[in-house]
C-alpha cells in the first residue's frame, strides 16, 4: 500500500486509498462514527461503521483504507482545506494504541503551565503548540536566509567554555575530565574571531544563564540567533542590518505561516519603513514625562520602562519595534566599543519589541591595546583570554554584532505570556523536562 | 566612499575604486612593491609605491584606493579568477596593525596539530583552514535542505538534560542550581518526542561525549545532524533516507565548493549508484576470508575492520561507502528495534565512509510495553524515562532515524588526519581553546 497524505485528499476525489494517522476526535452517531484523522499535513472527517470503530479513541494510531468522497454542500467545513471531503472507511488498522489520555489534546491552551509542560511529550501534539513552533522553525530560517543572502558565512559556535568570562555568578559549571569548564553565556568570542577569518558570520546555537530567579523573560539555555559583521563604516550598519532581518522574518511568517497565525489567533506586529531609534536616556526622560517615574538616573531600562517606551513608540510613530541606543559603558560587556563623543556611553543597542527586549548588539572594541585595557578595568586578567585577544593581537577590522533571542522573538510576534511556550523543552531552575525534585 | 569586493575587481577595468582587506603577503621590488590583499571573495594583486607602503605586512588590515589594471599577458595568474587585473595604488589606509606573526599563514598546513589549535583564531584565517569549514557549511546546509525537501520539520534540541541516561560514564556533569544536570549525548530522546507531533523531524545540534582518551575520531563535544521519521514502511526507509542524504550532500560539495576542493587537493569520495548493504556478521566473515583476523565473534567491528572491510567494498563494489546493518541487540541502546527474524540482532546500521563511521541509525521500538521492558532489561528504572516514555504510552507510530557526525563527513570526504581539523574550535581532553593545564 502507498500512503496518501491528508493534504492529497480534495485531489482524490472518487479514489480508493489508504491513510495513516492520529485519531484527533471521535463522534459517534448511532451505527456511524465519525473520526478526525490528523496527519502532519492536515485533518480529515473518516466516516465508518460503528463495528470497525470498536473502542478506538483520540490519540490512537490507525491506518485507514476507503473511498474519498465529496461532503453534501451544507456538511462541509470551509475552516480547513479538507473540509469539503471526507474518507469512507472500508478498512480499520491499528498501528499502535494510545493510553487513557490525562485531558483531551484540544483542551491544551487551557492547561496551566506546569501542566503543559510536565506533559510535553503530548502537549506538543496540540494544534496550537505545533503552530508555535512551526513559526519558530521560520523564523530560525529566515534568519539564516537573510544573513547568507548578505554574504554571512554560517559556523557552529562551541558551548563549552574555558572561563567565566562575561558575567561571574550566572554560568554553569561543568565537571570536565579533572578540571572545570562552562557554558557558554553567548558564542561572543567564538563569532569574533570568525569574523577575523570570514569577515561576516552567524551561528544559530545555545546560550546558558544560570538565572536564579523564574521569571516570564528569562530560560537557562536560550537558542541565540547571533551575528557579526566585519568592515562596517559605522556601527548604525549593524542596525541596518538588525532592521532587514526583523522585516524579513516579520514578512516570511505572515506569508509561510498564515494558517498557525489564524490557529493563534495572532497578528504579525507592525513595522514602519523606518524602526524608531532612540537613545537610553532620551526613552528614560520620555518615560519621566509620561509616567512621573523617575528612572533618569538608572543605567538601564527597567521590563516596566521598556513596556512603557515601546507604547510611546506605537503612539508616536505607529511602530511596535523601537532602537533604544547608547546603553551606559558601565552596564555593557568589557568588548563594547564606547561612543567617542561620550565614553560614558557605548555605540550599542536593544531592539524592543511590544515591550520586551529581543535583540542585543554594538560595535565591539577591535583595537588590541584598548581591549586588553578594558579587560584589566573590567577586573578580569588578560592571560584568561589569551585565545580570544589573538584575534586582535593579528589585525583586526572595525566590527560589530547582534544576537536575537529567538524564543523571545516568537513570544512577542504571538503575543505568548510566558517564554516558556516559545521553546519546546524549557529548562529553568525548576524543570528539566520533569520538574526537579532535589532542589532546596 | 563605498567598498569594492575583489571579487568584483575584473569587472571594473579602468575605474577608480575602494579596496578593504587584509595583506596576505608583501614582495619588494626596488621602489616597488606588490602586495596580495584578501578579502572575503578573494585574492588581488595590489601595485604600490615603496614609500606608500611603510612597514606594511601580512595580516595588517588596509584601506586601498587605486585604479584596476589588465595585467599583462605573461604576468597572468590563471589560477586565481581575479588574475588577470590587479590594483595599481593611489592611497593607503591602516585599518588595524597586525603583531609580528608567530608563522606566516601560508605555512599552517605545515603546523603540528597542538600549534595549529593552539593559535586557532589565526589558523582559521589559512586559505586551507577556510576551505575546511567552507565546505562544512554546505554539508551542514545540504543535510538540512534535503530533509526539508523530504517534509522533516526542523527544530532546536535540548543539550541540558535530567539524567544519564543512554551510556553511563562517559557524560559530563553539570551543576544545576543546587542538583545536577547532564549534557546530552544525543538529541535522540527529543527527536523521537517530536516525531509524535510532526512525523518526520530533524535537528542540527550539539553532542557531548566525555571521551576518556585521546584518538583522531573523536571529540568531546561534536554537531550531529540527526534525523528521525514516524511512519515508515520499513527499517530500510531509514537506509534509503540516508542514501539520498550522502548522495545530495556529495554532489553538492562537488559542485559548490570546487575551488575549496582545489585547495585542499580533495576528490569528493565515489558513490555508486546504490550503496552496498552488507550485515555486520558477514562482514566479519568478509574480513576473516581477507586478513585471517578472526574478529566472528566480536559485538562490533573494531576500527581496523571498518578499514578492511570500506577497502573490500571499494574494490568489490567500487564504492567508498557502505551500509554495515544488523549490529547485536547487546551493543546497541535499549531503544533499537531488534530483527523479528532474530531478537539477538537489531534493525540497525551505520555508514562507513572510507573506514570511518559516519552515521548510525536505526528502526526504534515504538511499542510501550516493549520499551519498558527493554528498559528494564538494560538495567534502567523506567521512572527515570517518564517523561520520554509520554511519548510512547500516547501512541506512536513505526518509526526510526539517523545521526550523522557532521566533523566525520567532512574529515572522510577531505581524507583529513584528525577529526579535529574539521572543528572549528574542537574540545576534548586536553585541550578547550587553549591547552587545560589542570589536567592530572
Same mark, same amino acid.
Given at each position: 500500500? &502507498?500512503?496518501?497524505?491528508?493534504?492529497?485528499?480534495?485531489?482524490?476525489?472518487?479514489?480508493?486509498?489508504?491513510?495513516?494517522?492520529?485519531?484527533?476526535?471521535?463522534?459517534?452517531?448511532?451505527?456511524?462514527? +465519525? +473520526?478526525?484523522?490528523?496527519?502532519?499535513?492536515?485533518?480529515?472527517?473518516?466516516?465508518?461503521?460503528?463495528?470497525?470503530?470498536?473502542?478506538?479513541?483520540?490519540?490512537?494510531?490507525?491506518?485507514?483504507?476507503?473511498?474519498?468522497?465529496?461532503?453534501?454542500?451544507?456538511?462541509?467545513?470551509?475552516?480547513?482545506?479538507?473540509?469539503?471531503?471526507?474518507?469512507?472507511?472500508?478498512?480499520?488498522?491499528?498501528?499502535?494504541?494510545?493510553?487513557?489520555?490525562?485531558?483531551?489534546?484540544?483542551?491544551?491552551?487551557?492547561?496551566?503551565?506546569?501542566?503543559?509542560?510536565?506533559?510535553?511529550?503530548?502537549?506538543?501534539?496540540?494544534?496550537?503548540?505545533?503552530?508555535? *513552533?512551526?513559526?519558530?522553525?521560520?523564523?530560525?530560517?529566515?534568519?539564516?536566509?537573510?544573513?547568507?543572502?548578505?554574504?554571512?558565512?554560517? +559556523?557552529?559556535?562551541?558551548?563549552?567554555?574555558?572561563?567565566?568570562?562575561?558575567?561571574?555568578?550566572?554560568?554553569?559549571?561543568?565537571?570536565?575530565?579533572?578540571?572545570?569548564?562552562?557554558?557558554?553565556?553567548?558564542?561572543?568570542?567564538?563569532?569574533?574571531?570568525?569574523?577575523?577569518? *570570514? /569577515?561576516?558570520? !552567524?551561528?544559530?546555537?545555545?546560550?546558558?544563564?544560570?538565572?536564579?530567579?523564574? &521569571?516570564?523573560?528569562?530560560?537557562?539555555?536560550?537558542?541565540?540567533?547571533?551575528?557579526?559583521?566585519?568592515?562596517?563604516?559605522?556601527?548604525?550598519?549593524?542596525?541596518?542590518?538588525?532592521?532587514?532581518?526583523?522585516?524579513?522574518?516579520?514578512?516570511?511568517?505572515?506569508?509561510?505561516?498564515?494558517?498557525?497565525?489564524?490557529?493563534?489567533?495572532?497578528?504579525? $506586529? /507592525?513595522?514602519?519603513?523606518?524602526?524608531?531609534?532612540?537613545?537610553?536616556?532620551?526613552?528614560?526622560?520620555?518615560?519621566?514625562?509620561? &509616567?512621573?517615574?523617575?528612572?533618569?538616573?538608572?543605567?538601564?531600562? &527597567?521590563?516596566?520602562?521598556?513596556?512603557?517606551?515601546?507604547?510611546?513608540?506605537?503612539?508616536?510613530?505607529?511602530?511596535?519595534?523601537? *532602537?533604544?541606543?547608547?546603553?551606559?559603558?558601565?552596564?555593557?560587556? !568589557?568588548?563594547?566599543?564606547?561612543?567617542?563623543?561620550? $565614553?560614558?556611553?557605548?555605540?550599542?543597542?536593544?531592539?524592543?519589541?511590544?515591550?520586551?527586549?529581543?535583540?542585543?548588539?554594538?560595535?565591539?572594541?577591535?583595537?588590541?591595546?584598548?581591549?586588553?585595557?578594558?579587560?584589566?578595568?573590567?577586573?578580569?586578567? $588578560?592571560?584568561? !583570554?589569551?585565545?580570544?585577544?589573538?584575534?586582535?593581537?593579528?589585525?583586526?577590522?572595525?566590527?560589530?554584532?547582534?544576537? !536575537?533571542?529567538?524564543?523571545?522573538?516568537?513570544?512577542?510576534?504571538?503575543?505568548?505570556?510566558?517564554?516558556?511556550?516559545?521553546?519546546? +523543552?524549557?529548562?529553568?531552575?525548576?524543570?528539566?523536562?520533569?520538574?526537579?525534585?532535589?532542589?532546596?
Amino acid at each position: 500500500m &502507498t500512503r496518501t497524505l491528508i493534504k492529497e485528499t480534495p485531489q482524490k476525489i472518487g479514489e480508493q486509498i489508504t491513510l495513516e494517522g492520529r485519531i484527533a476526535s471521535r463522534r459517534d452517531h448511532g451505527s456511524i462514527v +465519525f +473520526f478526525d484523522l490528523r496527519d502532519r499535513t492536515g485533518i480529515l472527517q473518516v466516516v465508518l461503521q460503528t463495528n470497525m470503530a470498536n473502542d478506538l479513541k483520540e490519540e490512537d494510531i490507525i491506518l485507514i483504507e476507503g473511498v474519498v468522497k465529496e461532503r453534501p454542500a451544507k456538511m462541509e467545513n470551509l475552516e480547513i482545506e479538507t473540509g469539503k471531503v471526507e474518507l469512507e472507511a472500508s478498512k480499520v488498522g491499528l498501528i499502535s494504541k494510545s493510553q487513557d489520555l490525562p485531558f483531551a489534546l484540544k483542551d491544551t491552551p487551557e492547561l496551566s503551565l506546569p501542566v503543559l509542560l510536565d506533559f510535553r511529550p503530548l502537549t506538543l501534539r496540540a494544534e496550537k503548540t505545533k503552530a508555535i *513552533f512551526k513559526i519558530e522553525e521560520e523564523v530560525i530560517d529566515e534568519f539564516r536566509k537573510t544573513l547568507k543572502s548578505l554574504d554571512f558565512f554560517e +559556523f557552529q559556535a562551541p558551548s563549552i567554555v574555558p572561563t567565566a568570562t562575561e558575567g561571574g555568578s550566572e554560568i554553569f559549571k561543568i565537571d570536565y575530565y579533572n578540571t572545570s569548564a562552562f557554558l557558554g553565556q553567548s558564542p561572543q568570542f567564538y563569532k569574533q574571531i570568525m569574523v577575523g577569518a *570570514f /569577515e561576516r558570520v !552567524f551561528t544559530v546555537a545555545k546560550a546558558y544563564r544560570a538565572e536564579p530567579s523564574v &521569571t516570564t523573560r528569562h530560560l537557562s539555555e536560550y537558542i541565540t540567533l547571533d551575528g557579526e559583521m566585519g568592515f562596517i563604516n559605522s556601527w548604525t550598519d549593524l542596525m541596518d542590518t538588525c532592521e532587514t532581518i526583523i522585516k524579513n522574518i516579520f514578512k516570511r511568517v505572515e506569508l509561510s505561516c498564515e494558517n498557525e497565525l489564524k490557529i493563534l489567533d495572532a497578528i504579525v $506586529p /507592525e513595522i514602519k519603513k523606518n524602526i524608531p531609534r532612540i537613545r537610553m536616556r532620551e526613552a528614560q526622560q520620555i518615560i519621566l514625562e509620561r &509616567t512621573k517615574r523617575d528612572n533618569t538616573k538608572e543605567p538601564d531600562l &527597567t521590563p516596566e520602562d521598556e513596556k512603557e517606551i515601546c507604547q510611546w513608540a506605537k503612539e508616536t510613530y505607529n511602530s511596535e519595534v523601537v *532602537f533604544i541606543t547608547h546603553y551606559p559603558t558601565k552596564k555593557r560587556p !568589557f568588548y563594547t566599543m564606547p561612543d567617542p563623543e561620550n $565614553p560614558d556611553y557605548t555605540l550599542s543597542f536593544d531592539i524592543l519589541l511590544k515591550g520586551l527586549e529581543i535583540t542585543t548588539g554594538g560595535q565591539r572594541i577591535n583595537d588590541y591595546n584598548q581591549l586588553v585595557e578594558n579587560i584589566k578595568k573590567w577586573g578580569n586578567k $588578560p592571560e584568561d !583570554f589569551e585565545f580570544y585577544l589573538q584575534a586582535f593581537k593579528y589585525g583586526m577590522p572595525k566590527e560589530g554584532g547582534f544576537a !536575537f533571542g529567538a524564543e523571545r522573538v516568537v513570544k512577542q510576534i504571538l503575543g505568548l505570556e510566558n517564554l516558556r511556550e516559545a521553546s519546546a +523543552f524549557p529548562r529553568d531552575m525548576g524543570r528539566i523536562d520533569g520538574r526537579l525534585s532535589n532542589n532546596e
